[in-house]
């Protein structure tokens, strides 16, 4: 059957009667008759009658039914011609996630840079803030996608698309400690250096060992690591955060991996709720292809053993 049947007989249907819509669609009053026609016998059922006397139509029980059914077949095919168009049409529009602002410049590095050279049509609106931030600008639809390490709120509002493995890091200037023939350091060696953390490794911190301040010599504990790499740039304290083991080589400064058993995940989310946008998608396949170690799904925050601990800082 072909759909300009049911596109017309939505037509009708909205129209109320054969003469408004027929001069709606620009064909005769025959040739919609006829349609209409046709379309009772292919479902063997009447779908409209007409009140005597009167040229008002009414839907029948079937016809309310295919009316329902014509809407979604249309509506297929109408998404199906725009996604094509837009397969053919080079990607372009904005690209909106939410980032804390300690991940920004290394995200805008070793993942945006990339993607803005091989799609330079596509904009670029970044939201910093923390998790609970993040969350609720992906619900409403501010953003499309968040990069965020936190354990989520509302799991079940979220779908994880790639997540990968973080390791608690010291970052400072090297005046401050002393790198390590192995490349780690434990707490306990460190206890006496002056450290700004973050407020995720904050949480877990406490969380596991009680109070920081009979843990270590802290100077500063902030909502994101921003702060305390800007502490680390002073040279009046090393920062203790979450990162990957390439991704700060300050100059001046070094960064060392501290042994604790834990795991804290960085991940790119999404809000289930909301379809997201073609760029997005476009963006996603990119991403999978530039961080081969990502893995798809997962979770996010720290964890230690089965335990896990609500991080809020990305």
Not at 195 to 215: F, N, P, R, T, Y
Not at 230 to 243: D, E, F, H, K, S
Request: aromatic share 8%; charged share 25%; proline share 4%.
């Amino acid at each position: 059957m072909d759909t300009q049947y049911y596109r017309n007989f939505l037509a009708l249907v909205e129209a109320g009667n054969m003469t408004q819509a027929a001069e709606f669609l620009h064909i005769t009053q025959p040739t919609l008759s006829k349609q209409l026609r046709l379309l009772e016998k292919m479902y063997g059922a009447k779908l409209v009658v007409a009140e005597r006397g009167r040229r008002i139509m009414y839907l029948t029980e079937a016809g309310e039914v295919l009316y329902r059914r014509a809407k979604h077949i249309c509506g297929l095919e109408d998404l199906a011609r725009q996604e094509v168009m837009v397969a053919l049409e080079e990607v372009s529009g904005p690209l909106r996630i939410s980032i804390s602002p300690g991940r920004t410049e290394r995200f805008i590095q070793r993942v945006l840079s990339g993607f803005n050279r091989k799609y330079p049509r596509v904009t670029f609106e970044l939201y910093e803030g923390i998790v609970s931030r993040q969350q609720e600008e992906l619900l409403s639809g501010v953003t499309d996608l968040a990069v965020c390490s936190a354990e989520l709120t509302q799991p079940e509002r979220f779908e994880i698309l790639f997540t990968r493995e973080e390791q608690l890091m010291l970052i400072g200037n090297k005046e401050l400690f002393e790198m390590p023939a192995s490349g780690e350091l434990t707490l306990e060696e460190i206890a006496q250096i002056p450290v700004a953390i973050s407020g995720g490794c904050a949480q877990m911190l406490a969380c596991e060992q009680g109070d920081l301040h009979d843990l270590l010599h802290v100077v500063c504990v902030s909502t994101t690591k921003h702060a305390a790499l800007a502490w680390a740039r002073t040279g009046a304290a090393a920062a203790l955060i979450p990162a990957e083991p390439d991704e700060f080589q300050p100059e001046g400064m070094q960064s060392c991996r501290i042994a604790y058993d834990y795991v804290m995940h960085k991940s790119i989310i999404r809000a289930v709720e909301r379809p997201l946008t073609h760029v997005a998608k476009v963006f996603l396949e990119y991403y999978s292809t530039i961080s081969p170690t990502s893995r798809r799904g997962g979770k996010t925050g720290i964890k230690k053993g089965k335990k896990v601990i609500e991080a809020d800082e990305l």
